[in-house]
């Protein structure tokens, strides 16, 4: 009988990516995909260390999946379980310590061994190695999913070393693709009817690969050059760093209608003091310089953002600056958390921490506004015309579910299916997350 795969993914979208590319080393094994856990011979969790309760909840699905592994060892049965992602990189050997359960424990970078790492369980495997484009150099093609949006990832890694965060730990220094790894990836995701890509990378806008001619193309080049591919019609690229908003990237989102006109930009926090002990390298002025020259080269685009609270040494001040940003640039989503210490980060061993209670209070009055903005820019959007790419059938009779060039989810009512094609939807209706409107 063929066994059957489980993978569970936290964290963010890079983890979504890798999970992909599992499931194609995975298949690419004859594994078929498990519904669930339950019917799975090996489930691998695909973890996040970025804050500590992402962290600590791979421990307690730890204890449900141990559970699991009992009653099928009862019942004469093989059950492989594995820990990927940026809690085995961060905490490698301590996985296997802590959680008896695990077989094999593997990086974001050792993922292609995954066949090799199944046939040598019995050794409980730590593969937590960093070598640059080795794992994209064994990678199997990926496989049709038979959706019509794809990512692709084209930046690994992170240098940035921002003082909260465990990125460039668990990821490693950064790398950019080369170029014609990209397309070619590219092209077998066209050959399977995708029409939407987005560029992935934990600092999409630092790419900077080597192309065939020599010469290091700019992520602005690379889109360019993915526009001119007519069965694409969308492009994508997300996280951007403020750091790395190069002229050329203003120029493509004025020139590139296929460049979706939304982009995530995450700023953390609005004083220049907390700024400068983040280590990001900017200020709060020249981060609504950005937004403003990105709005005068493409008026439509609107912005995502990821904030922290309670950063150390961050004042009622400090965050009141925070909020400015917020009421300047107006996003249309966005992301916010609590600071977390996170172990061997320089934030973490200050001893100006900000009580748990005032983040709370700080977290509640940032995503009120946050929200508030949400709402209005989709009830913005009531009265327009937006092109969407439709993906699902929706929960209710003939309705079907597809995204805006913004990523709000919009459902219309249609007597016929309307997954994977692209149609324009007049809007009528907005609620705090999702648009309801009529095909045109
Ligand atoms: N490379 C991206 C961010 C990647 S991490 C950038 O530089 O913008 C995703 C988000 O998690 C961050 O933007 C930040 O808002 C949040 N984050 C990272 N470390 C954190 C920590 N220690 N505590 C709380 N939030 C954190
Ligand atoms: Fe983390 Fe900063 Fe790198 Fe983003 S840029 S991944 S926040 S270290
Ligand atoms: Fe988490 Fe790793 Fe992404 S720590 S946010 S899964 S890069």
């Known amino acids: 009988m063929q066994k059957r795969y489980f993978i569970k993914t936290y964290g963010c979208q890079m983890n979504v990516y890798d999970s992909e590319r599992m499931q194609d080393v995975l298949a690419a094994q004859a594994y078929l995909p498990a519904e669930t856990m339950e019917e799975a011979d090996v489930v691998i969790l695909n973890t996040c260390h970025i804050r500590e309760k992402a962290a600590e909840k791979v421990y307690s699905e730890l204890g449900r999946i141990k559970r699991l592994k009992m009653q099928r060892q009862k019942a004469g049965k093989e059950f492989t379980v594995g820990v990927a992602g940026c809690v085995a990189q961060a905490e490698g050997e301590e996985v296997m310590r802590r959680a008896p359960v695990v077989d094999m424990v593997f990086g974001p970078q050792n993922f292609h061994r995954l066949p090799e790492l199944l046939g040598n369980k019995q050794q409980r495997p730590v ?13 199997p093609a990926p496989r049709n999913t038979g959706g019509r949006s794809a990512f692709v990832s084209v930046q690994e890694g992170c240098d940035k070393f921002c003082t909260f965060c465990v990125v460039p730990y668990t990821r490693g220094a950064e790398y950019s693709r080369p170029v014609k790894d990209i397309i070619e990836e590219v092209k077998q995701h066209l050959d399977h009817g995708v029409i939407e890509i987005s560029l992935l990378g934990q600092n999409v806008n630092a790419y900077h690969g080597a192309a065939a001619d ?80 990105l ?26 600056a925070t909020l400015r940003v917020v009421e300047t640039v107006h996003y249309a989503s966005a992301y916010s958390f609590k600071y977390s210490t996170r172990p061997g980060t320089p934030g973490a061993t200050r001893s100006d921490q900000v009580p748990e209670e005032v983040k709370g209070e700080r977290l509640a009055r940032l995503q009120a506004l946050l929200n508030k903005q949400q709402e209005q820019f989709n009830a913005r959007m009531v009265g327009k015309t937006l092109p969407v790419l439709f993906e699902k059938a929706g929960k209710h009779a003939n309705q079907w579910l597809g995204k805006s060039p913004y990523m709000q989810s919009v459902h219309v009512p249609a007597g016929r299916p309307l997954e994977g094609q692209m149609l324009d939807v007049h809007i009528t209706q907005a609620g705090p997350n999702s648009l309801g409107g009529e095909l045109v």
Do not use: C
Request: no cysteine.
């Open 127 to 139: 593969e937590l190695d960093f070598v640059a484009n080795d794992k994209f150099d064994t990678l």
């Open 214 to 293: 020599g010469s290091e193309w700019s992520l602005a080049q690379l889109i360019e050059h993915l526009a001119e591919f007519d069965q694409i019609k969308r492009i994508r690229y997300t996280t951007s760093h403020p750091r790395d908003m190069h002229n050329d990237l203003y120029r493509v989102h004025g020139e590139i209608d296929k460049l979706m006109p939304y982009l995530h930009l995450p700023i953390q926090a609005g004083s220049d003091r907390v700024l400068h002990d983040m280590n990001r390298k900017h200020t709060a002025a020249e981060y609504i310089a950005m937004v403003e020259q």
């Open 295 to 320: 709005r005068s080269k493409r008026p439509d685009i609107a912005f995502s953002g990821d904030f922290i609270v309670g950063f150390p040494g961050e004042t009622d001040e400090d965050f009141e």
